[in-house]
């Protein structure tokens, strides 16, 4: 089996050296970043990657999987226990979750958070496993046009799949694309958009966008809740265990979401949020008492919660061989790699297998981990979440702002990364979403590049991209998430009528 | 009287010979902080394999005392990595490597850097040059598939290479097109950002011959998943490649090898050269680096700082004739 050989090497990486620490390092961090409300796993990752710089690659890589998965954790703490969901994806437990804990049963609903994350992470993971090496293969398929046409849809699915309007999405995707123009040119070498600075030569430093846009712009919104916002208590956790009948309810929830979270992990744009509110939306159909649903319903905690670290597995998978990331926490570690000298694509299995095969082996082993973080040590976490916001706001800006002068020791940086931080805070203002810029900026380059190289082996036949199949089903994907909500809108108004009517 | 002019000659005579001594005979300059070596491109290529070497052989070896860190800069065939170093002008904690990308770059106007902006240090090795064919291919799967596609179809050519139009491998491919009689300017070709790129886009068939290092391809030639259809070089190399044959083998009068080295920014002192020159004659002697040598398929060939600067010069009016000959260059 090669499969085992593949996970016998990475997990003898993971116990190589202090990589176990950093596996332990990972989860402890993510789940913190995760409760704290507001920060996700990207903005957790962007902190700490700076801080990487030094490392191992594999202990880096290896952190920064501990953070994202510990995030997905982390985020259900806050949702239940003080009703404020740490990340977009943890939104759904709050609805079920923090009902659960109003009753007194806030162990159970940590519990089932837990195990739900445990059970949708580790079978995820399996998915990535056994997919990983065959999708490989099929991603040969892939030449300059496919990916060209495939950059193209992750950038039209974010833009147009996150919440809010699909046309600030794709305005803030092509704001990144513009960003991604900006220094010398790979194929003519000459200076675009640099106003004769030389800080701007180099181009915009990746980092330098995911600071400001997400850490600095959060830090901002913090500040201004402090105006408005009233402290909820944590709620009192009492015994951490389920009953039998709850159990029943919801072991199949569990598969159900996890299936749910991988699949809609896989593409492009989607990542948790949507996830999430599929696998609770499928959850509340199908069950035989919908109406005990957002009244503290354990299915509908675990079904989401499972969903949510499914698709972290799912959302790997076009990262690794591919080299395109599907959401934002992916885009960072793609960028990463990117730092770290190494190219993601087909041959990353193969020219790198200690570094895959160490990175997945050391997510079923945070998993264990986490676990542990989760269920016996919750009390910790309790206490980590008494900590005023005021003073975790402070820790961000100055971890951001340090973090930004080591990328090259340049103060440009940091000048930088303030205005990208006041940037991200308007856009936020103003319902701009901020992933599509930064899905923008990571794939311009690549993007720019795969289309000169498309045309100069067509010959400058623009054709290739409707006459390829998979560039032309590429197109047709992208084509119905710009059109499809609003055709589905006008079918059902003239099948059902409109409903002002 | 006459002594005393004696002895003054001859004070004078040592304070020149001195001053000439310590002219010849630099005194090393030690850099100081991390060493920092900028890759021309992005990687997987042989500019990378090349630096990430240099790299492990400087730090197992204990040649320098410093942290060296590796960085991939590609584009514009290596003028972003070269202007990245040379916005630090005299900092000797700064590296990267060359190829003849910097003479062709410069002679097809496509980027402003010289190689004469920056401070070649040493020249390392020389490539092994290798026409690779996808076996699985229906129109090129072999050197005689090759021939006969550049002589009878020449527009069915796909050809890929890193990292720039007019550089060494497209010099080196058009060199094959010349042998057998074809206008390079026929065939349709794409650039990559790296030889890692490149191979992978062969194996998806993508583009169907490429010119390139054979050290970034043996892997792949020895699991049959690459073919290395034939090789520029005078004989035949030996080990992964000893069943490749050469062109002269199969009637094309063709060899051709780049070669690779590492410099610094522009505005070094004689000091600071010298004391890279040293580290980098100690590492070509190293079993270390001779053994890396023999797995990338590098030919080694350690040329100080002068015979570089030497090379460099005849060289870059060789490629100019060649552009020229090729229809590269107007």
Not at chain 1, 39 to 62: C, E, K, N, Q, V
Not at chain 2, 2 to 28: K, P
Request: proline residues 5%; positive net charge; aromatic residues 8%.
């Amino acid at each position: 089996m090669e499969v085992l050989s593949n996970l016998q090497l990475g997990f003898a990486e993971v116990f190589t050296g202090y990589n176990f620490f950093f596996v332990i390092m990972g989860a402890f961090f993510g789940t913190w970043i995760g409760m704290l409300p507001g920060i996700g796993p990207a903005t957790g990752i962007a902190l700490l990657l700076p801080f990487t710089y030094d490392m191992d690659t594999t202990s880096a890589l290896i952190m920064l999987g501990g953070i994202y998965f510990g995030a997905m954790y982390g985020g259900a703490i806050s949702s239940v226990l003080i009703n404020t969901p740490g990340d977009a994806s943890a939104v759904m437990t709050a609805i079920d979750g923090n009902p659960l804990a109003r009753k007194g049963r806030a162990g159970a609903a940590l519990f089932i958070c837990a195990s739900a994350s445990f059970v949708g992470g580790m079978l995820g993971l399996i998915g990535l496993t056994l997919m990983a090496v065959p999708l490989t293969e099929f991603a040969l398929l892939f030449g300059p046009a496919e990916y060209f046409m495939m950059m193209v849809f992750a950038i039209v699915a974010t833009s147009t799949l996150i919440e809010g309007s699909p046309a600030k999405g794709i305005l803030s995707g092509v704001f990144g694309l513009m960003i991604s123009t900006i220094g010398i040119d790979l194929q003519s070498s000459s200076a675009r958009f640099t106003f004769g600075q030389p800080d701007l030569m180099d181009g915009i430093n990746l980092l330098v966008v995911i600071i400001g846009l997400f850490c600095i712009s959060e830090a901002f919104i913090n500040i201004e809740r402090f105006t408005t916002k009233t402290d909820q208590a944590p709620m009192p956790v009492g015994k951490l265990w389920i009953t039998k009948a709850e159990w029943l309810r919801s072991r199949w929830a569990l598969i159900r979401g996890a299936g749910i979270g991988f699949i809609v992990g896989l593409f492009p744009g989607a990542g948790g949020a949507v996830a999430t509110a599929f696998a609770y939306a499928m959850e509340k159909r199908i069950s035989p008492h919908p109406e005990e649903f957002g009244k503290g319903a354990i299915e509908g905690i675990a079904a989401p919660e499972s969903a949510n670290n499914a698709s972290v597995s799912g959302a790997l998978i076009p990262m690794l061989t591919l080299g395109i990331p599907g959401s934002a926490s992916t885009a960072i570690m793609l960028g990463a790699l990117m730092i770290y000298g190494i190219e993601p694509g087909p041959q990353l299995f193969q020219e790198h297998p200690k570094l895959v095969w160490g990175l997945i082996s050391s997510l079923f082993v945070g998993n264990f981990v986490l676990l542990i973080l989760n269920i016996p040590l919750i009390g910790l976490w309790v206490r980590l979440l008494k900590i005023p916001t005021e003073i975790l706001t402070v820790i961000i800006l100055l971890l951001a702002l340090t973090g930004s002068y080591a990328l090259q020791n340049s103060l440009a940086d940091v000048g930088l990364v303030l205005v990208f931080g006041v940037l991200g805070y308007a856009m936020r203002k103003n319902d701009f979403p901020t992933v599509p810029m930064l899905l923008g900026v990571i794939l311009g380059s690549m993007l720019e590049q795969s289309l000169r190289q498309a045309l100069m082996l067509s010959v400058n036949d623009w054709t290739i991209f409707f006459t390829r199949p998979l560039c032309a089903g590429l197109l047709g994907l992208s084509v119905l998430c710009i059109f499809g909500p609003t055709i589905i809108a006008k079918l059902r108004r003239s099948v059902v009528g409109d409903p002002k009517v | 009287m006459f002594s005393n002019m004696l002895r003054t000659c001859f004070a004078g005579l040592l304070v020149i010979t001195g001053i000439t001594a310590l002219q010849i005979d630099a005194v090393a300059e030690e850099p100081k902080g991390t060493i920092k070596i900028i890759i021309p491109a992005g990687p997987g290529g042989a500019n990378d394999l090349l630096a990430r070497g240099i790299k492990d052989v400087l730090v197992s070896e204990k040649l320098v005392p410093n942290t060296v860190t590796v960085k991939n800069r590609p584009g514009g065939g290596g003028a972003v990595a070269w202007a990245a170093i040379n916005r630090h002008k005299g900092d000797m904690t700064y590296l990267s490597t060359f190829m003849p990308g910097i003479l062709t770059n410069d002679l097809l106007g496509a980027s402003p850097i010289k190689y004469t902006d920056m401070t070649p240090i040493a020249t390392l090795v020389f490539d092994n040059a290798c026409y690779a064919v996808n076996p699985k291919d229906p129109l090129i799967n072999s050197a005689k598939s090759l021939l006969k596609a550049l002589k009878n179809t020449p527009e069915k050519i796909r050809l890929g290479f890193a990292n720039a139009a007019g550089n060494h491998w497209h010099v080196a491919f058009a060199s094959l097109a010349d042998a057998v009689g074809v206008d390079i300017r026929k065939i349709p070709y794409t650039v990559f950002g790296s030889g890692g790129k490149v191979r992978t886009a062969l194996l998806g068939g993508h583009i169907n011959v490429s010119s390139i290092a054979f050290g970034v391809v043996s892997k792949f030639h020895e699991a049959g998943k690459l073919l290395c259809s034939a090789m520029a070089t005078e004989k035949r190399i030996g080990g992964r490649g000893a069943n490749v044959p050469t062109w002269k083998e199969l009637g094309v009068n063709l060899t051709y090898a780049p070669w690779r080295g590492v410099l610094g920014p522009g505005n070094l002192t004689a000091g600071q050269i010298k004391y890279w020159e040293d580290r980098f004659r100690q590492l070509t002697t190293k079993p270390a680096w001779i053994k890396l040598a023999k797995r990338k398929s590098w030919n080694i060939n350690f040329l100080g700082h002068k015979e570089t600067m030497a090379m460099l010069k005849s060289e870059r009016e060789l490629y100019k004739t060649t552009l020229k000959k090729l229809g590269l260059l107007k």
